[in-house]
């Protein structure tokens, strides 16, 4: 499948004009879960929370969703869209791998491979850091075999794969792929900002050593709304499907990102280092949430009580709303959504 890269992607929620960026404060973050231990408050997470109706519209704000943050690999969707409207033609498996934060099974490595090989390239051209695989039951493995860390290994290399194929269809330099002023960097650049609506805030290095664009946590839902109501035969259509039919190939087996899209039908999701994640459903529907301390035990419970308060039935999201909380062994608490985010009451 090939697309053609001035195809824009026309989505249920209109394109709008493209905002100034949000602005780079101190944001004001909300309790957003709480630990419970023997009915008593242990402990809080801070965070920010957006529900985004069908229309686009706002219908739950906890926090600060419009300060600027790092959406981390909760972008990676976008990044793909922007490869996907550069000319990358991949999809089905080797596209949801493309916009991965995956585990270093050895069928993310067998994939990183193939795309390595459809653009001609070698692993000795990728540029992410070296790293051990990101699933500690495929690191432990690793380290048992004497297997030491690679860049295929880490968990960005689907993506750094793609963009050196990406890369070579346009005739783009392949050594400095990563400098914010390639021309591969300013097309997802200009694609960040087309999808989110806003204007970038701010430009770092993330862990894998890309190019990290600063939105906001608004932004971010858009932009997955954006995605997930995308008409056939678009680049955001291609990738939306990808990962929701191949989300092991986007995360990996076991993988509480994977398990989500599994238990509701039509959902996309992607999560990010440092308490990120966003969901979207076909309709346009949209959460994105941001746990203060990064904490994943507050992520996955914070996701599924914001996609209850979008419509999502409660009894499909029941094994995310919480880890219990171990005393001498046992469960003495868990940890759970704030009431903030409760369900509203029927009417």
């Known amino acids: 499948m090939t697309y053609d890269p001035t195809t824009t992607g026309a989505a249920a929620i209109p394109a709008a004009p493209v905002a100034a960026a ?17 009915g008593v408050i242990e402990g809080i997470h801070y965070g920010s929370v957006v529900v985004l109706g069908a229309d686009g519209e706002v219908e739950l704000q906890l926090g600060d969703i419009e300060a600027a943050f790092y959406p981390r690999s ?6 793909a869209v922007a490869m996907l409207r550069a000319g990358l033609p991949l999809d089905g498996e080797l596209l949801s791998l493309t916009a991965a934060s995956h585990s ?22 990728l540029r992410n850091v070296t790293d051990m695989p990101y699933d500690p039951a495929v690191r432990d493995a690793w380290i048992r075999d004497r297997r030491g860390p690679s860049r295929l290994a880490q968990n960005c290399s689907g993506k750094h794969a793609a963009m050196l194929y990406t890369c070579k269809l346009n005739g783009w330099s392949l050594e400095d792929y990563l400098d914010p002023a390639h021309p591969l960097q300013q097309a997802i650049a200009e694609i960040v900002e087309d999808l989110t609506g806003q204007a970038i805030a701010q430009v770092t290095v993330d862990g894998c050593g890309a190019p990290l ?26 990738v939306a499907d990808a990962m929701r039919a191949y989300p092991e190939l986007a995360s990996g087996a076991g993988r509480d990102v994977a398990a ?24 346009g529907r949209a959460v994105a949430v941001k746990i203060a301390d990064g904490a994943n035990r507050a992520r996955v ?41 409760d369900p509203l009451p029927r009417r």
């Open 22 to 38: 949000p602005a780079i404060r101190e944001p004001l973050h909300a309790p957003v879960a709480h630990l419970v231990r023997g």
């Open 74 to 79: 909760a972008l990676k969707p976008v990044q």
């Open 104 to 125: 270093g099974e050895e069928r993310h490595l067998a994939g990183t491979r193939r795309i390595l090989e459809l653009a001609g390239a070698t692993e000795g051209d």
């Open 213 to 238: 664009f600063s939105v906001s946590l608004h932004g971010l839902a858009r932009s997955l709304a954006r995605i997930t109501t995308a008409a056939e035969g678009t680049p955001e259509r291609a």
């Open 260 to 283: 989500l899209m599994r238990a509701v039908p039509g959902l996309l999701s992607k999560d990010g280092f440092e308490g990120v994640q966003v969901a979207a459903l076909p309709d």
């Open 301 to 341: 419970p914070v996701t599924a009580a914001a996609l209850v308060r979008a419509g999502v039935a409660p009894v499909a999201l029941a094994e995310f709303a919480g880890e219990p909380l171990l005393g001498g062994g046992h469960p003495v608490g868990h940890v759970r959504a704030a009431r903030a985010l």
